[in-house]
């Protein structure tokens, strides 16, 4: 569910609530929201992975290889960091 924080509707809320409520083990669910989501219960039970802004940014050494491997080209280490404060790690 894309945009998850831009749902307000209370029957899709409870509905995705009871869904997530009754453990459903065979169903796997991905939202992806700009603010924190609110599953805490889900958390505490392992029940939840969470991969935030920080984890999906490239850092220095994931610049260079894009660039190195999808691209052909090698970038010298000031244009990789200069890159990678540009975009903060963000590959587009």
Do not use: Y
Not at 66 to 92: K, N, Y
Request: glycine content about 6%; charged content about 25%; proline content about 2%.
């Amino acid at each position: 569910i894309d945009d998850w924080n831009k749902i307000t509707d209370e029957a899709t809320l409870g509905a995705v609530a009871q869904v997530l409520q009754r453990g459903c083990r065979h169903v796997r669910l991905l939202f992806a929201s700009r603010t924190a989501l609110p599953f805490a219960r889900l958390a505490l039970g392992n029940d939840l992975i969470e991969i935030d802004s920080e984890a999906l940014r490239f850092d220095l050494r994931e610049v260079a290889a894009f660039f190195r491997e999808l691209h052909g080209i090698e970038l010298a280490e000031t244009d990789v960091a200069q890159l990678c404060e540009a975009t903060s790690g963000w590959p587009a």
